[in-house]
């Protein structure tokens, strides 16, 4: 996991702590790093600023000892690296339900990403989630276009042992979230995790459907699914989500598999929203609360 970018971060560290730390030493080296971290999908604005930021920080320090030179260069690198993972928000969804409990109203999430990012069964995770510390869920099959997706949303929702609202192919999907909001006010239940069709973020239609379900339904949280694997294309997809239905948070799925590791960069730079959990793996537990300081910790190791 990572293994590029922990490449390219030792090698940066490398390469500055043996030379001088004047600006017209250190842009040669950080101008071909800044490649480096495009490459392994690190969005180039992204890239431009963690390179500008080390100048700025490095240019003049005098140090004669290479290991304190080592040490500073990681201590900056690494302050570099958490400003642009953390942001002023932080969002826990046990606590927002708990709250949400005590005003006996259900937590509304609406999930939206485009096909193949692992929506469907992030959502089964959260549902587990959600089960496991004490909470009651129901899930909303709003996606009704894509042929088999009610289907599979009903077969975790069976393996899980949670209630879901469904509607036919072709429904209008904000009356099938509408119908599971109703449906866990009389039933008291916690949480409602509303599914979405799969849209091309350059799909206008389809992205004005998801601004109706969120005015219908007026969510609590609206997530963004995002796969790590489709590199620079997924900070194209959550800027273009945000504009058009503006998300809270992302959940990044498949990060076990990304050997890069540079979307979760690339995402909350152009969302300024919080990264909320990695998907590890395919079980319902393999969801990580996402932490930058652990995170950033792992691309420096």
């Known amino acids: 996991m990572l293994e590029k970018l922990k490449a390219g971060f ?3 560290v490398n390469k500055i702590t043996t030379t001088e730390l004047k600006a017209e030493q250190l842009h040669p080296i ?6 480096v971290l495009i490459q392994n999908d690190v969005a180039f604005p992204v890239a431009e600023q963690i390179c500008e930021e080390l100048v700025e920080r490095l240019d003049g320090v005098e140090l004669k000892r290479l290991e304190d030179r080592e040490k500073l260069v990681k201590k900056n690198l690494r302050e570099v690296l958490l400003k642009v993972l953390e942001t002023d928000e932080d969002l826990d969804l046990l606590k927002m339900a708990q709250e949400k409990r005590g005003n006996k109203e259900p937590l509304v ?3 939206v990403g485009i096909n193949g990012t692992g ?14 510390n004490g909470y009651s869920v129901v899930l909303a099959g709003s996606d009704t276009y894509r042929a088999g997706s009610i289907e599979q949303l009903e077969e975790h929702a069976r393996r899980l042992k949670v209630r879901m609202i469904k509607h036919k192919y072709g429904a209008d999907p904000a009356a099938v979230a509408f119908d599971a909001i109703k449906h866990a006010k009389a039933h008291d239940i916690d949480a409602v995790l509303i599914d979405t ?11 004005n459907e998801l601004a109706k379900i969120k005015r219908v339904v007026n ?13 620079n294309d997924a900070a ?15 959940i990044l799925t498949k990060v076990d598999a990304d050997s890069k590791g540079g979307s979760a960069l690339s995402v909350a730079y152009v969302t300024s929203r919080p990264i909320l959990f990695i ?10 609360k996402f932490k930058p300081e652990q995170f950033t910790q792992m691309m420096l190791e």
Do not use: H
């Open 109 to 111: 999430i609406v999930f």
């Open 219 to 231: 969510p609590d949280l609206t997530l963004l699914v995002v796969d790590a694997l489709t590199g």
């Open 30 to 35: 950080l101008s071909d790093f800044k490649l």
């Open 236 to 250: 194209v997809q959550a800027e273009e989500f945000n504009k058009t239905v503006t998300i809270d948070g992302t």
């Open 10 to 12: 030792n090698n940066l």
């Open 279 to 288: 998907g590890v793996g395919q079980a319902y537990e393999d969801l990580d």
């Open 197 to 207: 069709a799969g849209r091309i973020q350059t799909d206008k239609n389809l992205m």
């Open 119 to 132: 929506k469907t069964t992030t959502i089964a995770k959260i549902a587990k989630l959600f089960n496991k």
